[in-house]
């Protein structure tokens, strides 16, 4: 079976994955690079491991991680798209069976907020995963002056944390803001489009989506 760690050893691989996270950075965006799809990945694998999935499905939401964001060495526009069609070609260069290529090509396809759907477990997984990635270190401008929204927003946030109850009925995003950087009302500003998708990604696993920031639970 193609792992992660199979993707991590293929040069071709990381390089996309670098120069479309250099051409978001000539964007102004925050880093989608390394720190980023691994992080994904890892919060993938522990939703659905916690969700009583198959290794099987826990492996493949991994490779959806890794490669969600190449689309973007395309163009920002559309690139959950374009990213699902260079997935493909990839992994079938690598000859991953057409069911599990399937899987992760839709995961893939639907992770953005503009378009996605969770169609499916891993679809669901890759959602979550990757709206909840929200932090301080994700800001590459150092210069605080001239933050734009989006930089006082990840950069406020000093903590986050998404966890699924004992129950299995609840997954939350515990966000810590620190509000001299950006307000609360900014960060659903730029991402409420992003925590309504978290919400039907949460329902689509049969769990009830909560938000809570500054331990005010909003959604």
């Known amino acids: 079976m193609i792992t992660l760690e199979t993707l991590r050893e293929n040069k071709d691989i990381n390089t996309y994955i670098t120069a479309a996270d250099r051409s978001l950075e000539a ?7 390394y720190a980023h799809v691994l992080r994904v990945a890892k919060t993938a694998a522990y939703i659905l491991t916690t969700m009583g999935c198959s290794d099987h499905e826990v492996q493949l939401a991994r490779v959806a991680a890794y490669l969600h964001d190449i689309g973007n060495l395309v163009n920002r526009t559309d690139h959950s798209q374009s990213g699902a069609v260079m997935a493909f070609r990839i992994l079938d260069k690598m000859d991953m069976p057409a069911e599990d290529l399937a899987t992760v090509v839709t995961a893939i396809g639907n992770h ?30 150092i ?50 489009e992003r925590m309504l998708l978290c919400r039907r990604a949460a329902n689509k696993l049969g769990l009830e989506f909560k938000l809570i920031i500054n331990e005010q639970h909003l959604m």
């Not at 953005?112 to 590459?140: C, H, Q, W, Y």
């Not at 950069?155 to 129950?167: G, H, K």
């Not at 939350?172 to 307000?183: F, K, R």
């Open 27 to 33: 964007l102004g965006y925050t880093e989608h690079s």
């Open 112 to 141: 953005d907020e503009g378009t996605g759907v969770p169609v499916d477990a891993v679809a669901a997984a890759l959602i979550l995963a990757d709206k909840s990635d929200v932090r301080r270190s994700r800001v590459r401008n």
């Open 143 to 192: 210069d605080p002056a001239t933050f734009d929204i989006h930089d006082r927003v990840n950069y406020s946030v000093r903590s986050s944390q998404l966890s699924i109850n004992e129950a299995r009925d609840q997954v939350t995003l515990s966000l810590d803001i620190d509000t001299q950087y950006g307000s609360i009302m900014e960060y659903f500003e730029i991402f409420l």
